[in-house]
């Protein structure tokens, strides 16, 4: 939340500069992708009234990971989303545009039943989902989420979306230092608990001789029937503790 | 040297560009990284290849200002007048600043061209990795395997048919290539 009171923009330069101003107050002369994005994700927090914001990356209509979170309660987001298979930033991701919800509570409950619930009682009464993206090439969203209900003012939107520019650039020099083919050993760290929900899902596929849709779906019926995390089961399938079959 | 853009269509004009793939005041320009400038090419001997072939197309002078880009000069701006003469100085300061504005989408469209191809690059890697563990899941329950030993059965038939670990993982899981098979072709069996 901003303590300088900034004023909504009224024009895209002058946003633009105000977010490199923001930025720069927060990089410390790192150049380095990973600290800019830190960087950018700090500056977008004194510029915008929102509560928290991360950086996460999708595919397949699920995340794989969470580059950046600014607190603890925008980090539990990939899981919350990934266990109830739906969300705004799925929603961003696949549809390429912003998706923005002011009141999960509301109108959210409605749309995403699951994962408002769970989000609400996370402490997100807000949520707002900018895609990364490359024109129709879309890799991740940038998300923000807020303890109150609200919508984002115009403004905020614009300068929202300079912030996911931003992140996406930060995003792709990270892809830049690879091979072309391999994932940034960052981003393959990330999320161990991703992997094995996907080695999971493999396996109760065999288990049910069905395909991985319908084993997601059956990996995370476990989770809400045994009001588990979805991670826990799904290194209990994994570890051959749990058969789903 | 490679000409991204003209003004003009004709077939001859475009030959001068071509030409000055070895002499000519473009080259000059990219190798000086300064602007040349050829009041007359009546007068000069600079260019025997390719001042007779401007002249012939009706041209007197030339001016060619570098593309810089930090320090470096990536391309040159070629400018040909009728007249033989000094350009105004406010032309040549606004055919540099012009020179400075094609920089600048040059190094956009390469921008936005390179972006494109890492998005593409990053979104296929996420996308290899979910079905690749998928595949690696699959296998290990069907074969009651470790997980690595299934990796390492999708990784040897990869290699065996020079196939991506993706291509692989995908045929897997649509079950257009079997565990049995998989399994089958581990030369020292299981």
Redesign the interface.
Known sequence: MSAAGPTPSDAGGDGLQRLYSAVARHDHGRAEPLPRLQAICAGALDLLAVSGIGVM????R?H?GTLHSTDAVIAQLEALQNAAAEGPCIDSYLLGRPVLEGDLAGRGQRTWPVLAAAALEAGMAALFSFPL???D???GALNLYRERPGPLADGEIDDARLVAAMA??E??AL??E?V????PSL??DLSGDR?AI??????????LDA??VLAGRRLREAAMDQGRPLVEIAHDV?ARRLRLG | LQLLSSTSESMRTLELFELQQQEGPCVDCHVLGEPVVIEDLEASERWPLFAPRALEQGFRSVYALPLRLRGATIGALNLFRIEPGAAEPSDVRAAQALADMATIGLMQQRA?H???E??????????????I??????????LSCE?EEAFQLIRTYARNRNL?LREVAAAA?AGTVSAAELAAQQPDGR
């Open positions: 990356l999708m595919a397949e699920a794989q993206q490359i024109d090439t879309a890799f996406t650039r995003v792709l892809q830049a690879q072309p083919g391999s994932l981003i393959a992997a996907e080695q999971a899902t493999g396996m109760v596929a065999a288990q395909n991985v994994v | 936005v390179e972006a494109r890492l998005a593409g690059q990053l979104q296929l890697a996420l996308h290899s990795r979910v079905i563990e998928q595949a690696k899941g699959l296998l290990a329950e069907r997980l991506r899981l």
